[in-house]
C-alpha cells in the first residue's frame, strides 16, 4: 500500500478532548498509516494536540483545504451528514468511501423530536438529502454491524444502486457495503500513577463500588433510569458511586443535551446527588479515559427503546470491553448483546428499573458473575482490535475502485440550507439577534 494517499474527512474537532466520530477517525487513520500510506484528516481544531501519530497529519475543514486535498490523494473516506456541507466532495473525480458506522439520521430524530416542528421538519429533511446523496454517490459504505450493513443495504437499493448486474456478480453485495466496527486500541486500559477518582474526587472513596458512565449523554439515553436503580440499591450497598464521566461534549458547536438534567433531577429528587450519583464536568482527554475506566468495577449504559437503538453501535461498551469492566446495560443493540453472549453484561429491558438494579446487584456482589464478565469483556476486546477491525478500509485504500458515477449534491445543499435558515429564525424569535449571532458562530467551520 506504500505510496497511496487517504482523506479523511471528519466533521468533530480533532484535539486532546475528542468525541466517537473524531476517535473513529484517528484510530482508522493510524492503522492505514502503518501501512505505509500517506493519510490526511480534514477537520476542526479542538482543544490540545490530538494523538495523530506518525503519516497522519490534520489540515481544516472547509471548502477550500477539501478542494485542494481532493486533487492529491487517490481516494477519500467521508463522516456521515458532511456531503450535503461540502458538495466537493460529492463532484471529486476519486473513490470515495463513506462511513455510516453512525446512523445520524436515527439520532436527529431522537435529538430533535421535541423541537419547533419547523426546526425538526428542516433538520430531518437536510439529514435525509444528506443520506441519499452519500448512498448515491459513495463508491463503497462502512458500517459497524450486519445489522447496520441490513439498514444501508436497503437505502443502496432505494437509490437503485443494487442492480441485477450487481447482484450477479457479487452475490453478497460485499463490495458495496462493508462491515467495519469501532474498535478498541492495542492493550488495556491501565491506572494511572496517581488515582483521578479514588480518594480524589469528594465523596468516592478507596474502597467504594464505581458504576462508571463513559461517554456523552445524549439525548437517546436514559441515564436517569440508572440514577434511578442506583437509588433502589443505595440503602442495600451504601457505598455505591454511579459516576457519569464528563456531562458536556467537547465539539462547543453543540447544544449540551438534555439527559445531563435528566439525570441530575432524578439524583437530585432522590437524595443521593454528590452522595451516590456525581456528574463530572467537562470531558475527560482521549488518552486519559482508560485511567477513569480502570478505577471503575461496572460500566454502566442505558437507552430508550428507540430505532437508534437497534441500529446503534454503541462505543462506551467498548471502552468496558477495553477496561474489561462488567457491564450493565439496557439490551436491544448489537454491542450490548455480543457482550452478554460473551458472558460480559447483565441485560435489562429498557424502562426497567428494578431489572437494571438487579443487574448491578449482580456485578457489584457475586465475585464468580464479575470475574466472568471480565472474561467475557476482554474476549470481546480482543476481536474488535483497531489492527482488526480496520481491515476492510486497509485493503480498500490498497485498490480503491470507482463504481458510482457523480451525481449532483444540490438537494442536500438545498436541505442544508433550509435547515439553518429555520434554526436561524427560530433562535432570532425567541432569543433575539444575539443569540443568532453566537450561534452561527459556533456552527462556522473551525480551522
Same mark, same amino acid.
Given at each position: 500500500?506504500?505510496?497511496?494517499?487517504?482523506?479523511?474527512?471528519?466533521?468533530?474537532?480533532?484535539?486532546?478532548?475528542?468525541?466517537?466520530?473524531?476517535?473513529?477517525?484517528?484510530?482508522?487513520?493510524?492503522?492505514?498509516?502503518?501501512?505505509?500510506?500517506? #493519510?490526511?484528516?480534514?477537520?476542526?481544531?479542538?482543544?490540545?494536540?490530538?494523538?495523530?501519530?506518525?503519516?497522519?497529519?490534520?489540515?481544516?475543514?472547509?471548502?477550500?483545504?477539501?478542494?485542494?486535498?481532493?486533487?492529491?490523494?487517490?481516494?477519500?473516506?467521508?463522516?456521515?451528514?458532511?456531503?450535503?456541507?461540502?458538495?466537493?466532495?460529492?463532484?471529486?473525480?476519486?473513490?470515495?468511501?463513506?462511513?455510516?458506522?453512525?446512523?445520524?439520521?436515527?439520532?436527529?430524530?431522537?435529538?430533535?423530536?421535541?423541537?419547533?416542528?419547523?426546526?425538526?421538519?428542516?433538520?430531518?429533511?437536510?439529514?435525509?438529502?444528506?443520506?441519499?446523496?452519500? #448512498?448515491?454517490?459513495?463508491?463503497?459504505?462502512?458500517?459497524?454491524?450486519?445489522?447496520?450493513?441490513?439498514?444501508?443495504?436497503?437505502?443502496?437499493?432505494?437509490?437503485?444502486?443494487?442492480?441485477?448486474?450487481?447482484?450477479?456478480?457479487?452475490?453478497?453485495?460485499?463490495?458495496?457495503?462493508?462491515?467495519?466496527?469501532?474498535?478498541?486500541?492495542?492493550?488495556?486500559?491501565?491506572?494511572?500513577?496517581?488515582?483521578?477518582?479514588?480518594?480524589?474526587?469528594?465523596?468516592? /472513596?478507596?474502597?467504594?463500588?464505581?458504576?462508571?458512565?463513559?461517554? /456523552?449523554?445524549?439525548?437517546?439515553?436514559a441515564p436517569e433510569l440508572v440514577v434511578e436503580a442506583t437509588a433502589q440499591l443505595a440503602?442495600?450497598?451504601?457505598?455505591?458511586?454511579?459516576?457519569?464521566?464528563?456531562?458536556?461534549?467537547?465539539?462547543?458547536?453543540?447544544?449540551?443535551?438534555?439527559?445531563?438534567?435528566?439525570?441530575?433531577?432524578?439524583?437530585?429528587?432522590? /437524595?443521593?446527588?454528590?452522595?451516590?450519583?456525581?456528574?463530572?464536568?467537562?470531558?475527560?482527554?482521549?488518552?486519559?479515559? /482508560?485511567?477513569?475506566?480502570?478505577?471503575?468495577?461496572?460500566?454502566?449504559?442505558?437507552?430508550?427503546? %428507540?430505532?437508534?437503538?437497534?441500529?446503534?453501535?454503541? %462505543?462506551?461498551?467498548?471502552?468496558?470491553?477495553?477496561?474489561?469492566?462488567?457491564?450493565?446495560?439496557?439490551?436491544?443493540?448489537?454491542?450490548?448483546?455480543?457482550?452478554?453472549?460473551?458472558?460480559?453484561?447483565?441485560?435489562?429491558?429498557?424502562?426497567?428499573?428494578?431489572?437494571?438494579?438487579?443487574?448491578?446487584?449482580?456485578?457489584? %456482589?457475586?465475585?464468580?458473575r464479575r470475574q466472568r464478565a471480565v472474561d467475557g469483556a476482554a474476549a470481546v476486546a480482543?476481536?474488535?482490535?483497531?489492527?482488526?477491525?480496520?481491515?476492510?478500509?486497509?485493503?480498500?485504500? @490498497?485498490?480503491?475502485?470507482?463504481?458510482?458515477?457523480?451525481?449532483?449534491?444540490?438537494?442536500?445543499?438545498?436541505?442544508?440550507?433550509?435547515?439553518?435558515?429555520?434554526?436561524?429564525?427560530?433562535?432570532?424569535?425567541?432569543?433575539?439577534?444575539?443569540?443568532?449571532?453566537?450561534?452561527?458562530?459556533?456552527?462556522?467551520?473551525? @480551522?
Amino acid at each position: 500500500m506504500t505510496g497511496r494517499r487517504l482523506l479523511v474527512v471528519c466533521g468533530e474537532p480533532l484535539g486532546a478532548r475528542m468525541a466517537g466520530p473524531a476517535i473513529r477517525a484517528v484510530e482508522l487513520a493510524r492503522v492505514v498509516a502503518a501501512g505505509g500510506a500517506e #493519510v490526511t484528516i480534514a477537520a476542526p481544531a479542538g482543544e490540545g494536540a490530538p494523538p495523530l501519530g506518525g503519516g497522519v497529519s490534520r489540515v481544516p475543514l472547509s471548502a477550500a483545504s477539501l478542494r485542494r486535498e481532493l486533487k492529491q490523494v487517490d481516494s477519500v473516506l467521508c463522516g456521515a451528514n458532511l456531503m450535503g456541507r461540502f458538495p466537493v466532495i460529492a463532484r471529486a473525480d476519486v473513490p470515495v468511501a463513506v462511513d455510516l458506522y453512525d446512523p445520524v439520521l436515527l439520532e436527529a430524530a431522537e435529538l430533535y423530536r421535541d423541537a419547533p416542528p419547523a426546526v425538526a421538519g428542516a433538520t430531518l429533511a437536510a439529514a435525509a438529502a444528506n443520506l441519499r446523496l452519500e #448512498v448515491a454517490r459513495a463508491d463503497v459504505l462502512f458500517c459497524a454491524s450486519e445489522r447496520q450493513r441490513e439498514l444501508w443495504l436497503g437505502a443502496l437499493r432505494a437509490a437503485s444502486r443494487l442492480t441485477i448486474e450487481a447482484y450477479r456478480d457479487d452475490p453478497s453485495l460485499g463490495d458495496l457495503c462493508r462491515v467495519m466496527p469501532f474498535g478498541v486500541p492495542e492493550g488495556w486500559a491501565t491506572r494511572a500513577a496517581a488515582p483521578v477518582l479514588r480518594g480524589v474526587h469528594p465523596g468516592i /472513596g478507596p474502597d467504594d463500588v464505581v458504576a462508571i458512565w463513559g461517554g /456523552g449523554l445524549h439525548e437517546w439515553f436514559a441515564p436517569e433510569l440508572v440514577v434511578e436503580a442506583t437509588a433502589q440499591l443505595a440503602a442495600e450497598l451504601p457505598a455505591l458511586r454511579l459516576v457519569f464521566r464528563g456531562s458536556a461534549p467537547p465539539n462547543r458547536a453543540l447544544q449540551p443535551h438534555g439527559a445531563a438534567d435528566r439525570a441530575r433531577a432524578a439524583a437530585e429528587a432522590a /437524595g443521593i446527588l454528590d452522595r451516590n450519583v456525581f456528574l463530572l464536568e467537562g470531558w475527560v482527554p482521549y488518552e486519559r479515559r /482508560g485511567a477513569y475506566l480502570a478505577e471503575a468495577d461496572i460500566g454502566v449504559s442505558a437507552h430508550r427503546d %428507540t430505532a437508534e437503538t437497534r441500529y446503534a453501535w454503541r %462505543t462506551r461498551l467498548l471502552d468496558y470491553a477495553w477496561a474489561r469492566l462488567p457491564v450493565a446495560a439496557t439490551s436491544g443493540d448489537a454491542l450490548s448483546e455480543r457482550l452478554a453472549a460473551a458472558g460480559a453484561a447483565e441485560l435489562a429491558a429498557p424502562g426497567d428499573v428494578a431489572g437494571f438494579a438487579a443487574a448491578m446487584r449482580a456485578l457489584a %456482589t457475586d465475585a464468580a458473575r464479575r470475574q466472568r464478565a471480565v472474561d467475557g469483556a476482554a474476549a470481546v476486546a480482543e476481536e474488535l482490535r483497531w489492527p482488526r477491525v480496520a481491515a476492510p478500509l486497509v485493503d480498500w485504500v @490498497a485498490r480503491p475502485t470507482r463504481t458510482a458515477d457523480a451525481v449532483s449534491p444540490l438537494a442536500a445543499g438545498a436541505g442544508q440550507l433550509r435547515m439553518y435558515a429555520a434554526k436561524g429564525w427560530h433562535t432570532l424569535r425567541e432569543e433575539g439577534p444575539a443569540a443568532t449571532v453566537r450561534r452561527a458562530g459556533r456552527y462556522r467551520d473551525r @480551522a
